[in-house]
């Protein structure tokens, strides 16, 4: 897949950079961590501008996430509240549960899409939410393009200043992948103990 990725971009330029963001935010397996690096590679023998990658990349990235977005609406809290009332008890859900995530959304999700913009895979997926529980979606945009371009720019410019060795990005953000996906698995693990020792409480 790296090879097709690469390909593409090279021979499309400018369109190759947008067509493949805008398929990384909806299609992870296509990762970021390649194409913006190869897309700041490309700054450097070629007529592209870091710029203009970073530009096009930018709007890949925010048109992929609106789709995702409205994927998102299309799977509503009510529609899944009557999902949750018919077929949550095999899995230990209620109703309740869906509001508390939901006003958990509404009083946090707004820096969640943020920060999530600059975690791999979950950059992607965190629009679903976001379309789920209805987040204002100017500010949505907002949030999404802010974290996109900081996320943007630092790899592209691991790109350019790496070169032709551009592809060394690669085992940096493995570890740093392995890293952030522990830490939400401790906060996860947290979250849900402290859930359970209120529900005992109660």
């Known amino acids: 897949m790296n090879d097709w990725v ?3 971009m090279e021979q499309l330029g400018y369109l190759g950079i947008f067509l493949m963001m805008a398929l990384e935010n909806i299609f992870p397996p296509i990762p970021s961590e390649i194409v913006l690096p190869f897309g700041g ?3 450097t023998y070629t007529n592209l501008t870091v710029i ?3 530009t096009v990349a930018t709007l890949g ?3 992929g996430s609106m789709i995702l977005y409205c994927i998102g609406t299309v799977l509503d809290i009510p529609r899944l509240e009557r999902i949750i009332d018919r077929y949550g008890h095999w899995i230990r859900l209620k109703k309740s549960d869906v509001q508390r995530a939901d006003n958990w959304f509404h009083q946090r999700g707004y820096w969640t899409v943020f920060f ?3 975690v791999p895979v979950i950059r992607s997926l965190i629009s679903i939410p976001a379309g789920m529980t209805r987040m204002n979606f100017p500010v949505f945009i907002l949030l999404t393009t802010v974290g996109t371009i900081l996320w943007n720019v630092i790899l592209i410019s691991f790109g350019v200043i790496l070169g ?3 592809q060394q990005i690669l085992g940096f953000m493995h570890g740093y992948s392995r890293f952030v996906y522990i830490v939400i698995i401790l906060v ?3 979250i ?3 859930f359970i020792r209120r529900k005992r409480q109660r």
Do not use: D, K
């Open 192 to 194: 849900t103990l402290i």
């Open 41 to 43: 590679f490309l700054t």
């Open 6 to 8: 690469t390909a593409i």
């Open 116 to 118: 999530c913009r600059m």
């Open 188 to 190: 996860l693990v947290v």
């Open 164 to 166: 032709e060795n551009w």
């Open 52 to 54: 203009g990658v970073v």
């Open 61 to 63: 990235s925010v048109i």
